[in-house]
């Protein structure tokens, strides 16, 4: 399977028009050498030999070299997988923050204002395009407030200001993540809510919330789980326009810049990564189901 | 709005004026200089600069991008450098002398040792001359292709053996052709120079680490040759942030002290914010768009002509590029010697255009596609032509695409009109021969131009060394251009920098590179 | 997710097909769920968004107070006045003019991509389901292959293939989305061709493509169709993601997302020019969910309580 995506990014990366020698050495002409480096990167074979050359690499642990700086693929990823990393766990942890105490109370006060306001704000959060909420915190607080919102600066190393730069991306994708993570907690918690258990305890004559606490929320917050370790593929490979507007060095932007670019090694690599990682994750999330709830495992 | 070539001397007036003046100098938009006592430079900080692009490679020789050249002239040093009107000064060569039409001497500075310790000396030329000959990754061989061999005549003496004469060549060993390397640096470190150029350089500053996507700095090289002046600053940091918003927005909230660029719809918020300071660099670039004459429409020259006459140069550069530059009358800059103000740009004649439609055989207008990239002012620029063009009946199309697209259908000719930008050289020919020249297969000769009488002349302005007979021959070929159209040309951009006021001392040269040596921090 | 090209809408239209009905679809239950969906607060809330930004796409030529082209460089970045009741934009163009067209663009693209997705993924879907065996499980991993590619990736590199324009946008979209029809299809035809009266039909000797007409269709339409709503308003958000990016419409023409991305450098002297094309979009998006909602809400049995 894993064969078919590479070999459709390798297609079409290849189909698309533009050399990667010719977009690193833009101002300068001399053709001999460029076509000596084409010749010394291979680029000058037919594709499936090429395409050959690559997995056979790839089968020996080398994911190439990348073209326009000759480093190596892992090493290009690796650099940029911290910052992405963490924005990723910064915008989970907004998420949550945000989502949980919506979530529970809308599935506890169900069909109230509250729970208006909970279900109204997830859509919300799903229907914004990441790219416009983006631009409204930049105009916001970078406008506005003058606030700085530029780059990237590492929290582990730099502390505050680290995380400051981190914030409002961080906040971008969370919110987002926040509405679709609320709206899954409100049905899962509504679902529980209407568990035999739990009406069992409500006649014991539990208070409502020893209820929720007791019970309700671990079963509630399986879903949850299985959403977030979903969401999280996305977060890493698929927050490029977001790292692209607050200017992150991530893997997203990697990706796209290496696509404007041609460099096919580093294109491949990192896609491949990407899809690797989706499906480890996606088995974690299953095994990880199939562990907490003992009802799947017989399926 | 006066004439152009007016505004640009208003400009070049402006510039020596300042340079004339005292620190604290009149112009409140302008940095001071710190060459009056009112100010003494300060040493010591970081100066943190904020630039569109990541570098590619600390090498020179090996380097085809234009943002690398701004870290090389800050940590290596070329054998002749520019002053602010372009004209050619003594760098690590002290004097030079044309003592035959292809026999160049050159007399080297002494003392000078590169950051390893090492000597920098006659045979330190000889070896880097070769090594941008014969490296099998070198992108100088084109511009060294002049030079058949150097002789060590004294260890402080070379001699230039070209293979024709070349009146460009000073003006190229300005740039990156002219950057001397430490032999022991690249005999010992190999490929490595490429991400490690420690020691390598004689520059004012050395390199000292660059941490990809991150960050690349460089600090104060104590044993710089040049006691007068600076480097005052302990080191600089230089920042990528492709973003232009991010980027100035950065600057405003005191993240970065620098930034490279301002883009023209910025200006005047910059200008009127009283925490930035910005300046306004003139540059050598070119933004023009080329017209592929190898297939239909823009075979026909009256074609070509009628789309010159048709588009309105005064309101491009009014509207799109909001007077941030100037109208182009050619290849040539208004900053160069070369420039002659008495040709104007091509000015928007409905009538003439109309006529020259009925000249090419299209008399109620012919569609084509623009293809230009996907940069906002490229894009809003194709727009104001398209609508333009429309008044006479000339139907344009707009086609986006991404640079790597551009470069593969510039090459291969796929093209009707396509947007070119030009970063420009010191000498005109940098600007002009490698466009113009007939050259079969692959060039950057994207029109496909091939017209004897360009051809001769261009050969002659390499041969000529006197700089007021090459100023008529480029004065003779603009003309020429204007008439065959192989490119539109349609603006000399400045290039705005702008400051936080802590920055003092900057010196703007035209070639758009930023020069830290007496930079100071208050 | 918003922005995530795929959204959340594939987890939840899967609870939905759990339980499928155990009879064939008969006109009257269409009717039920029409008017269970018509009861549900927000989705004639949503409808009432859908038509008129059918209406408005569809008169754009009539109610366009200024030509979407028309450039006045004299008046560019002006602020929104009673000439130019949302401003004009870096070339002088009218916003409101050049929103009203664009929401031609954003329909297209919404409705092209999905319609594209629904046709490939049905028949990929069907044959899969019908043929099992290899063809079924090569089938299958090419799509789990798609699917596992970033979606925005994915659509940069078909777009750059392709070449620019809506065209390209809507078959790259389609390309993307087709896999979740076609698993949704597949999964209809592996359930319904167990049920007793089909297995009945076939041993009855009726030709397969006659079973497939009859009985799996209908029964696949409501899953389908639900998914079709919910990601038809993910399709309009990823052609704006993409416009944004710089594929789809070419200048001058106006798409909503290309208007935010011309409008991002201008954020500090005309926001107008980002966020009324936004709202739009916004708006857009809210009102097709609301609709989607309401129609997967009705056919759920179990929260029809």
């Known amino acids: 399977m894993l064969v078919l995506v590479t070999a459709g990014v390798f297609t079409l990366i290849h189909l698309t028009p ?127 407030l003058r606030w700085p919102i530029s780059g990237y600066l590492d929290p582990l190393e730099d502390g505050w200001p680290g995380l400051r730069s981190l914030v409002l991306p961080a906040l971008t994708l969370g919110l987002a993540l926040a509405a679709v993570v609320t709206r899954t907690l409100r049905s899962s918690m509504l679902e529980a809510l209407g568990e035999d258990y739990v009406r069992t305890a409500r006649a014991k004559g539990l208070s409502e919330w020893r209820v929720i606490r007791g019970h309700v929320l671990k079963n509630a917050l399986i879903p949850v789980v299985t959403v977030l370790g979903l969401q999280l593929g996305t977060l890493i490979g698929g927050a490029v326009i977001t790292e692209y507007v607050f200017a992150l060095p991530g893997v997203g932007r990697l990706v796209v810049d290496a696509i404007f670019a041609r460099d096919y090694p580093l294109v491949q690599g990192v896609v491949l990564l990407i899809a690797v990682g989706f499906i480890l994750s996606n088995l974690a999330v299953d095994l990880l189901y199939g562990w907490i709830d003992p009802r799947i495992r017989y399926r | 709005m006066r004439s152009s070539a007016l505004d640009a001397n208003l400009h070049r007036r402006d510039f020596l004026l300042l340079c004339a003046m005292a620190a604290g100098a009149v112009a409140p938009t302008m940095a001071a200089r710190p060459t009056s006592a009112q100010t003494t430079p300060k040493k010591g900080g970081t100066l943190r600069v904020g630039f569109y692009l990541e570098a590619s490679t600390m090498d020179p020789h090996l380097s085809g991008s234009k943002v690398d050249r701004q870290i090389y002239h800050n940590i290596y040093e070329p054998l002749l450098t520019l002053d602010v009107k372009l004209g050619i000064k003594p760098g690590l060569a002290e004097s030079w002398q044309q003592v035959e039409p292809k026999i160049l001497v050159l007399k080297l500075r002494k003392g000078v040792k590169f950051q390893d310790g090492t000597d920098f000396n006659a045979e330190v030329v000889r070896f880097n001359f070769n090594r941008m000959k014969t490296e099998p990754k070198s992108v100088r061989k084109g511009e060294v292709a002049s030079i058949e061999s150097v002789d060590v005549v004294d260890p402080h003496t070379v001699r230039i053996n070209l293979r024709r004469p070349d009146a460009a060549l000073l003006a190229t060993l300005t740039d990156r052709a002219g950057m001397m390397v430490s032999p022991k640096v690249v005999q010992e470190r190999g490929a490595e120079l490429e991400r490690n150029a420690k020691g390598a350089g004689t520059g004012p500053f050395e390199f000292v680490e660059w941490v990809k996507d991150d960050h690349l700095l460089i600090k104060r090289n104590e044993s710089y040759w040049n006691k007068q002046g600076g480097p005052y600053l302990d080191r600089v940091r230089y920042r990528p942030i492709p973003d232009d918003t991010v980027k100035l927005q950065s600057l405003q909230a005191g993240e970065i002290d620098v930034i490279d660029y301002v883009q023209p719809r910025d200006v005047a918020a910059v200008r009127a914010d009283k925490n930035l300071v910005e300046l306004d660099v003139p540059s050598l670039a070119a933004f023009s768009y080329q017209l592929n004459q190898t297939r239909p429409p823009f075979n026909v020259k009256s074609l070509r002509q009628a789309v010159a006459y048709a588009i309105d140069l005064d309101q491009i550069v009014k509207a799109v590029w909001l007077n941030v530059g100037v109208p182009a009358n050619g290849p040539v800059p208004p900053t160069s010697w070369a420039y002659d103000k008495s040709i104007p740009p091509i000015k928007r004649d409905l009538a003439k255009a109309k006529a020259k439609l009925a000249e090419g055989g299209k008399p109620s207008g012919f569609p084509f596609t623009i293809t230009t990239a996907n940069i906002p002012i490229n894009v809003q620029e194709a727009e104001v032509i398209q609508a333009q063009l429309a008044e006479v009946g000339i139907q344009a199309k707009i086609k986006l695409v991404d640079a790597a697209t551009q470069l593969s259908d510039g090459n291969s000719k796929n093209f009707d009109m396509i947007s070119y930008q030009w970063s420009g050289r010191p000498d005109p020919d940098g600007n002009s021969y490698q466009f113009f020249k007939t050259t079969p297969g692959t060039s950057l000769n994207w029109s496909g131009i091939s017209n004897p009488q360009i051809d001769a002349l261009l050969d002659k302005t390499r041969e000529v060394s006197n700089q007021a007979e090459r100023k008529k021959l480029y004065s003779e070929l603009t003309k020429l251009l204007q008439d065959e159209l192989p490119m539109i040309y349609i603006v000399h951009p400045i290039e705005p920098k702008a400051f936080s006021p802590k920055v003092q001392g900057y010196e703007p040269i035209p070639d758009g590179m930023m020069r830290f040596k007496e930079v100071w921090l208050k | 997710m918003a922005g995530s090209i795929r959204g959340s809408g594939i987890a939840e239209p899967a609870t939905a097909v759990e339980r499928p009905s155990l009879r064939p679809v008969v006109r009257g239950r269409r009717w039920e769920i029409l008017r269970q969906a018509a009861r549900t607060r927000l989705g004639p809330l949503g409808v009432l968004v859908l038509l008129l930004a059918v209406t408005v796409a569809l008169l754009a030529p009539v109610i366009s107070p200024y030509d979407p082209l028309k450039q006045d460089l004299g008046h560019t970045l002006a602020r929104p006045d009673r000439a130019h009741l949302m401003g004009t934009d870096n070339v002088g163009r009218d916003v409101l003019s050049r929103m009203i067209w664009g929401t031609r663009v954003s329909l297209l693209a919404g409705f092209g991509s999905v319609a594209l997705a629904m046709v490939a993924g049905g028949i990929l879907g069907l044959l899969a389901g019908y043929t099992g065996g290899h063809t079924d499980g090569f089938l299958m991993r090419l799509m789990d292959a798609v699917l596992s590619f970033p979606p925005l990736v994915l659509a940069l590199a078909l777009g750059a293939v392709l070449g620019a324009g809506l065209g390209g946008v809507v078959i790259a979209l389609g390309v993307v989305y087709t896999p979740t029809f076609a698993r949704l299809m597949r999964g209809q035809v592996l359930t319904i061709t167990t049920r007793e009266y089909v297995e009945a039909a076939r041993a009855l000797g009726a030709p397969g493509w006659r079973v497939a007409w009859h009985h799996v269709l209908p029964n696949a339409a409501t899953p389908i169709v639900i998914q079709a709503s919910l990601s038809v308003a993910f399709a309009i958000l990823a052609e704006a993601s993409l416009s944004f990016l710089g594929l789809g419409v070419q200048p001058p023409g106006a798409s909503w997302g290309s208007m935010i991305n011309a409008g991002r450098g201008y954020l500090q002297q005309a926001p107008w020019i980002v966020f009324w094309p936004g709202t739009a979009l916004f708006v857009t998006v809210v009102g097709l969910n609301f609709v989607g909602d309401a129609v997967r809400d009705a056919l759920d049995p179990r929260l029809r309580k």
């Open chain 1, 18 to 144: 533009g050399d990667p020698i010719d977009v690193m050495m833009a101002e300068s002409v001399d053709d001999s050498v460029k076509s000596n480096l084409r010749r010394e990167l291979g680029l000058d074979q037919p594709i499936y030999v090429q395409y050959a050359t690559w997995m056979g690499r790839l089968l020996r642990g080398d994911l190439g070299r990348s073209i326009r700086n000759g480093e190596p693929v892992i090493e290009n990823v690796s650099r940029r997988i911290r910052p992405s990393l963490q924005l990723a766990a910064l915008a989970m942890a907004v998420s949550l923050l945000i989502a949980t105490p919506l979530g529970i109370l809308s599935a506890a006060r169900r069909n109230t204002s509250v729970d208006r306001v909970g279900t109204t704000f997830a859509l919300f959060g799903i229907c914004m395009p990441n790219f416009l909420l983006a631009l409204l915190l930049i105009f916001l607080f970078g406008v506005k």
